[in-house]
């Protein structure tokens, strides 16, 4: 494996984002798995099962290249993003919902991801495909830089709660700066060091599958919550959750476990847009409740003075 200083720095980046993870993480919110499993299950199944068929069904009937197709899958097989806990706690979603399902699937994706995306290359490359994502190794590397930075964070909040309360601030800002700048790098760098090499043409051929498979998976998440009647703000956070993936580890995953700079083109996309469309379907539900509050709060009022007369 001939890996790149991207390769190391999108490494770091994940790693100090998991980290940041970690700090944000109570016990007591892990509690509301056993205050509220059918909303938990809900998410979960969402999450792992329902996504990854959805970007299989959108994408298998798409004149898209291969390579592009897996890097879909890639995305699709990652947790949720790591910005869907300010999301909740901005529009007042289940925080306590939204932070059990991002630490459980994190755990869970490192047997998910490397078996559905070998899966993926067998059906849209081959049996003889190039690219390969070996199951050990991928497993080692994904916990090393994913799953034991959370934990140390979640470590350091049960011991050291002042502390962990004190940098976490400075650690999502120092974050936020990382993820950008590795961002921007691996969209303008050369290929030969690491770069995507994604260009305009790139760009216009992934966007409308990507907002299809965001929209399709806020739909779908939030219907099964609804359906499951959990309520609307729970149903929305499963939608959210489902809607944003963790897309720095989709770039680990692809870019430099893999070694495709086209299997890393969906995520790049992906990254632009879907922060904000979770910020519309926030505003979208929060008028709805709103309006629905305010037509009852009416609908009681004139029963009132129906009353008097």
Known sequence: MNLTYIDFLVSA??????????????FSDLKEIRRSPKAFILGLVSQMILLPLIVFLIIGFTDLPPTLKVGFIILA?????????????????NVALS??????????????IPLLVNLALTV???????????????????????ILPAM?????????????????????????????????????????????GITTEDFWKIFPYAVLINFAGFAAGMAMGLFGKTGLRTSWTIGVEVALQNTTLALLVAG??????????????????????????????????GSRLFGEFREIREKKINGNR
Request: aromatic share 14%; net charge positive; hydrophobic share 55%.
């Open 13 to 26: 980046v994940l790693a100090a984002i998991m980290f940041g993870v970690g700090l944000s993480i109570n």
């Open 77 to 93: 097989a990652c947790p949720g993003g790591t910005t869907s806990g300010f999301v909740t706690v901005l529009f007042r979603g």
């Open 99 to 112: 932070v059990s399902l991002l630490a459980i699937n994190s755990l869970l994706t490192l047997l998910t």
């Open 124 to 146: 849209f490359i081959g049996r003889h495909s190039p690219f390969e994502l070996p199951f050990v190794e991928s497993f080692l590397q994904i916990f090393l830089i994913s």
């Open 152 to 196: 140390a964070g979640i470590v350091l909040k049960y011991f050291r709660e002042e502390i962990a309360n004190r940098i976490q601030k400075p650690v999502r800002n120092v974050m936020i700066i990382l993820f950008a700048g590795v961002y921007a790098i691996i969209a303008f760098a050369k290929e030969s060091s690491g770069g995507s």
């Open 256 to 289: 430099t476990l893999i070694q495709s700079n086209e299997m890393v083109k969906p995520a790049l996309v992906y990254a632009l847009f879907s922060f904000w469309t979770a910020l519309l379907y926030g505003v979208a539900v929060k008028w709805y409740d």
